[in-house]
């Protein structure tokens, strides 16, 4: 075997191991629209600066993909990048070294963002994607090597390198000069889009949407997004062209909606705190901006800022708080955020109960709190040193049955702390995993007859802390997600169970965010 086959299988392996990679996370269609629009946004800015030699932002924008998606998307985006922007250039035996260098910048990316939590100022940003580029710079200079000098040993590899080092600084100058320019407004862009785009394929938006009459907005940045996966067909799959489980509910919620902007607990039901608040964390949850949504011009902002200003029950003041960040309020709004904090106690737990205490942190870490401060890490604490022998977590107290709904409460707080992989969140994940009923579903106690709400909140959990559920199936099941899919109309709706024919917003509204494969969003873009 010579080096130049040895170095195609490598780069062949490579190219296949991060597409898989990039299919076993079952990209929706919001994420095939965005990720398509990076790389054609990467390749678009390849050719627009082809007069100037390796002066590209290229690697720029590959290297955020990565940042703020994720190493699979950030591969695929610098990977495709190459491929599309050789349809002018030239293919040939450096294409697929250009795609996999180009990859492996979106996952140079990824690792940065997963390393500073996705928080990065625009000097170190810019001084990221410089070396970026010398990276890649240096595997271009591989793939010479490999091609052309062959055998001739490391001293050939230097004398090429010193010969391309012109080229090198360039592109890392110019990487450094694009993101001191462009970097964070772009971050921030694709950030937010990665929370609020959402692209229907085969039916148009709800009535009135974008419009007075209520709907969910989309972004201009949509109409690029067609474009681009049209011309990018061969790398969408056919489903992505159908109207989701996820978009049905949420045209459920845009359609139930009440002309003041909250919700009841049915479609023309009053309005009131508890069914506005889930609808509003449920559509945030599944990418959707929920100030958006509107009824008669109206949306869930003024309630939202009533309802901060009168909680005082624990359970209030911790729903609203998650539904205010949700909609990317400030947590001070009506001193929501002092009597959060007021009401921990100093052993960190919210009224001493494990199920408060659960959704206490999560609201601290939607208001901004690090995962690192004493509050988080105090309440953190105190949950995991109440976790039962099972695995599972009680509503009150250790030693008390295990409950799949608190245990999911709990297990998402444990991650939202950091503490995912620990081994408090491992026997959760194994409690949960192992209480799953054979009709797909999860019960409210064990042995139990399933419901919507326990399996989309077992499903949230699992995802929080990086399972995915689409491949927890116990004893041959059927998935959590299959099993609330069965419990869909066709309007979009979630029954409770399958003895039941109620339709509450508040299950709807959780089955979004499940079906969306989402967790409780903590991690809020502000305003």
Same mark, same amino acid.
């Given at each position: 075997?010579?080096?130049?086959?040895?170095?195609?299988?490598?780069?062949?392996?490579?190219?296949?191991?991060?597409?898989?990679?990039?299919?076993?996370?079952?990209?929706?269609?919001?994420?095939?629209?965005?990720?398509?629009?990076?790389?054609?946004?990467?390749?678009?800015?390849?050719?627009?600066?082809?007069?100037?030699?390796?002066?590209?932002?290229?690697?720029?924008? &590959?290297?955020?993909?990565?940042?703020?998606?994720?190493?699979? +998307?950030?591969?695929?985006?610098?990977?495709?990048?190459?491929?599309?922007?050789?349809?002018?250039? %030239? #293919?040939?035996?450096?294409?697929?070294?250009?795609?996999?260098?180009?990859?492996?910048?979106?996952?140079?990316?990824?690792?940065?963002?997963?390393?500073?939590?996705?928080?990065?100022?625009?000097?170190?940003?810019?001084?990221?994607?410089?070396?970026?580029?010398?990276?890649?710079?240096? &595997?271009?200079?591989?793939?010479?090597?490999?091609? /052309?000098?062959?055998? #001739?040993?490391?001293?050939? /590899?230097?004398?090429?390198?010193?010969?391309?080092?012109?080229?090198?600084?360039?592109?890392?100058?110019?990487?450094?000069?694009?993101?001191?320019?462009? %970097?964070?407004?772009?971050?921030?862009?694709?950030?937010?889009?990665?929370?609020?785009?959402?692209?229907?394929?085969?039916?148009?938006? !709800?009535?009135?949407?974008?419009?007075?009459?209520?709907?969910?907005? $989309?972004?201009?940045?949509?109409?690029?997004?067609?474009?681009?996966?049209?011309?990018?067909?061969?790398?969408?799959?056919?489903?992505?062209?159908?109207?989701?489980? +996820?978009?049905?509910?949420?045209?459920?919620?845009?359609?139930?909606?009440?002309?003041?902007?909250?919700?009841?607990?049915?479609?023309?039901? !009053?309005?009131?705190?508890?069914?506005?608040?889930?609808?509003?964390?449920?559509?945030?949850?599944?990418?959707?901006?929920?100030?958006?949504?509107?009824?008669?011009?109206?949306?869930?902002?003024?309630?939202?800022?009533?309802?901060?200003?009168?909680?005082?029950?624990?359970?209030?003041?911790?729903?609203?708080?998650?539904?205010?960040?949700?909609?990317?309020?400030? +947590?001070?709004?009506?001193?929501?955020?002092?009597?959060?904090?007021?009401?921990?106690?100093?052993?960190?737990?919210?009224?001493?109960?494990?199920?408060?205490?659960?959704?206490?942190?999560?609201?601290?870490?939607?208001?901004?709190?690090?995962?690192?401060?004493?509050?988080?890490?105090?309440?953190?604490?105190?949950? $995991?040193?109440?976790?039962?022998?099972?695995?599972?977590?009680?509503?009150?107290?250790?030693?008390?049955?295990?409950?799949?709904?608190?245990?999911?409460?709990?297990?998402?707080?444990?991650?939202?702390?950091?503490?995912?992989?620990?081994? *408090?969140?491992?026997?959760?994940?194994?409690?949960?995993?192992?209480?799953?009923?054979?009709?797909?579903?999860?019960?409210?106690?064990?042995?139990?007859?399933?419901?919507?709400?326990?399996?989309?909140?077992?499903?949230?959990?699992?995802?929080?802390?990086?399972?995915?559920?689409?491949?927890? @199936?116990?004893?041959?099941?059927?998935?959590?997600? *299959?099993?609330?899919?069965?419990? #869909?109309?066709?309007?979009?709706?979630?029954?409770? *169970?399958?003895?039941?024919?109620?339709? +509450?917003?508040?299950?709807?509204?959780?089955?979004?965010?499940?079906?969306?494969? @989402?967790?409780?969003?903590?991690?809020?873009?502000?305003?």
């Amino acid at each position: 075997m010579n080096w130049e086959f040895a170095a195609l299988a490598i780069l062949a392996a490579a190219l296949i191991s991060g597409f898989a990679w990039y299919e076993r996370t079952h990209p929706g269609s919001r994420m095939l629209a965005l990720v398509a629009t990076m790389a054609g946004l990467a390749a678009i800015g390849r050719i627009a600066f082809a007069p100037i030699p390796n002066v590209k932002p290229t690697t720029d924008i &590959i290297f955020i993909a990565g940042f703020a998606l994720g190493g699979a +998307p950030g591969f695929v985006v610098g990977a495709v990048a190459a491929l599309a922007s050789n349809l002018l250039f %030239g #293919q040939g035996p450096w294409t697929p070294w250009q795609m996999v260098a180009w990859g492996l910048c979106g996952v140079f990316g990824a690792l940065i963002g997963r390393a500073t939590g996705q928080q990065i100022g625009r000097v170190w940003l810019a001084l990221l994607c410089g070396i970026a580029g010398l990276g890649f710079g240096a &595997i271009m200079d591989g793939s010479i090597w490999v091609t /052309y000098a062959a055998g #001739q040993g490391i001293t050939q /590899y230097l004398a090429i390198s010193a010969t391309s080092l012109p080229f090198n600084i360039a592109h890392a100058v110019g990487n450094v000069v694009f993101a001191l320019a462009f %970097g964070p407004a772009l971050l921030r862009a694709v950030m937010r889009y990665r929370t609020r785009l959402e692209v229907s394929w085969s039916e148009p938006p !709800p009535r009135g949407a974008a419009t007075e009459g209520g709907g969910v907005a $989309t972004a201009p940045l949509a109409v690029i997004a067609v474009a681009l996966v049209v011309a990018a067909a061969a790398f969408v799959p056919a489903s992505a062209q159908a109207a989701s489980s +996820p978009l049905r509910a949420a045209r459920y919620l845009v359609a139930a909606q009440n002309s003041d902007g909250g919700w009841g607990a049915s479609g023309g039901a !009053p309005s009131n705190a508890v069914q506005t608040s889930w609808a509003v964390v449920g559509l945030a949850a599944a990418g959707y901006d929920p100030l958006s949504v509107r009824r008669r011009g109206r949306s869930p902002l003024t309630l939202l800022r009533t309802w901060a200003s009168r909680a005082r029950t624990m359970a209030d003041i911790e729903r609203t708080a998650l539904a205010l960040a949700a909609a990317g309020l400030s +947590p001070s709004t009506g001193g929501l955020l002092t009597r959060l904090k007021r009401s921990q106690r100093a052993d960190g737990s919210f009224a001493g109960l494990i199920n408060l205490t659960s959704y206490g942190l999560l609201a601290l870490r939607a208001s901004g709190s690090s995962a690192r401060s004493s509050s988080v890490r105090k309440a953190a604490r105190w949950i $995991t040193q109440r976790q039962n022998r099972d695995g599972g977590f009680n509503f009150a107290r250790r030693g008390g049955s295990s409950s799949i709904d608190d245990t999911a409460g709990a297990l998402q707080a444990i991650a939202a702390a950091g503490l995912s992989r620990g081994s *408090s969140a491992q026997r959760a994940g194994r409690y949960l995993a192992a209480r799953q009923n054979r009709d797909g579903g999860y019960p409210l106690q064990a042995g139990g007859l399933s419901n919507a709400q326990s399996a989309a909140l077992a499903v949230q959990a699992l995802v929080a802390v990086g399972r995915n559920p689409d491949r927890q @199936r116990r004893r041959g099941a059927r998935s959590p997600l *299959s099993y609330i899919r069965s419990l #869909q109309s066709s309007g979009g709706s979630v029954r409770y *169970s399958r003895g039941s024919s109620a339709t +509450p917003v508040w299950v709807t509204s959780q089955s979004l965010a499940a079906l969306a494969k @989402r967790a409780l969003p903590v991690k809020i873009i502000r305003r």
